[in-house]
């Protein structure tokens, strides 16, 4: 099965703060993405990555940097974390074309005091 | 930009019981991917069901099927003989096929199931 690990299920933080949350798959996907889940908003896509080194800004990337060192890594970075971006952080990753189908973590729930 | 839209924030329906969840799109594409994604409370998003834009036959998946209209851009889920466990959030989303940008989603159904 393919796995799609979230390093932190719940994160509380202060304002200003620099804020990691690592994403790691073990399926050798090609595509790797975050997004963030808000009551009555869905989920918003904030960063992917096709390749390693590689990031595409995805509609709500105002306030978070990404990076991909490896394949099978990738990290969402807030920089100068807001109250604004309390949120459920949801990684995914897939293959560049096959079926289409992404395979999530199970998020992160962040808190920004 | 492609848009998915839920028009049903919650839904309830009994248990046994069969109930449709709504789900329209808009893309100037031809050649996408739609699906049904299922969210239980505090747990993983997990995928229902999918649909090839290009395939005429709609998908079904033991009690989940789909009914794709593909000039209307809609595609509804069916849920026959509701189970307790159907219980979560239900998302629509697109794709377009050989797009490296992800999914993008509807807003979720809430789905309730009276026992």
């Known amino acids: 099965d393919v796995k799609v690990t979230q390093s932190s299920r719940y994160l509380v933080k202060r304002t200003g703060e620099k804020v990691f949350l690592e994403c790691v798959q073990d399926?050798?996907?090609?595509?790797m993405f975050w997004y963030r889940q808000d009551p009555g908003l869905g989920l918003r896509l904030i960063y992917f990555?096709?390749?390693?080194?590689?990031?595409e800004k995805g509609d709500i990337p105002e306030g978070y940097s990404v990076s991909r060192e490896k394949k099978e890594r990738f990290s969402l970075i807030l920089e100068s974390a807001s109250t604004n971006q309390t949120s459920m952080y949801l990684c995914?990753?897939?293959?560049?074309?096959?079926?289409?189908?992404?395979?999530f973590g199970e998020g992160s729930r962040l808190t920004v005091l | 930009a492609q848009t998915v839209t839920q028009s049903q924030p919650e839904m309830s329906v009994q248990e046994a019981e069969t109930v449709t969840l709504s789900c329209t799109y808009d893309?100037?594409?031809?050649?996408?991917?739609l699906f049904w994604y299922k969210q239980p409370p505090s747990r993983q998003m997990i995928l229902v069901i999918r649909?090839?834009?290009?395939?005429?036959q709609n998908a079904t998946e033991n009690r989940f099927s789909v009914n794709f209209q593909k000039a209307a851009k809609s595609f509804s889920l069916k849920i026959s003989d509701s189970q307790l466990g159907d219980a979560a959030m239900y998302f629509c989303?697109?794709?377009?096929?050989?797009?490296?940008?992800?999914?993008?989603f509807g807003k979720g159904t809430h789905l309730i199931i009276q026992p």
């Open positions: 989303a697109y794709r377009l096929r050989g797009g490296a940008d992800g999914l993008t």
């Open positions: 990555s096709y390749d390693v080194k590689m990031k």
């Open positions: 995914a990753s897939s293959y560049r074309d096959l079926g289409g189908e992404l395979f």
């Open positions: 893309t100037s594409e031809s050649d996408y991917y």
């Open positions: 399926m050798d996907h090609e595509n």
């Open positions: 649909q090839e834009a290009y395939k005429q």
